[in-house]
């Protein structure tokens, strides 16, 4: 059974930063393409950042320069670590793992940001 366990999301102030992890189980998680995901309220759920398996990385616009994402295979584990974080950042973060036509999402955890 493939379980996405997120967490690390929270409340934090503008400007503030977080740490945002994906603990996968019952995948080979090394051949994964892992993504963080993200919806507001009353919005589609949109990427926020991906890395392959092979370590290429790519972004959205809004979050170049603030967000980076990584992993460690070796603890089957993605990270997104998140700084300078601004209110438009509100959102249920998602975690997602994808590998050909094999996609699967985690629960999500919230990331508030008001001060």
């Known amino acids: 059974q493939v379980q996405l366990v997120e967490s690390g999301g929270g409340l934090v102030q503008p400007g503030g930063s977080l740490r945002l992890s994906c603990a996968a189980s019952g995948i080979i998680f090394s051949s994964y393409t892992m993504g963080w995901y993200r919806q507001a309220p009353g919005k589609q759920r949109e990427l926020v950042a991906r890395m392959a398996s092979g370590g290429t990385t790519n972004y959205a616009d809004s979050v170049k320069g603030r967000f980076t994402i990584s992993r460690d295979n070796a603890r089957n584990t993605a990270y997104l670590q998140m700084n300078s974080l601004k209110p438009e950042d509100t959102a249920v973060y998602y975690c997602?793992?994808?590998?050909?036509?094999?996609?699967?999402w985690g629960q999500g955890t919230q990331v508030t940001v008001s001060s």
């Open positions: 997602n793992a994808e590998r050909f036509i094999s996609r699967f």
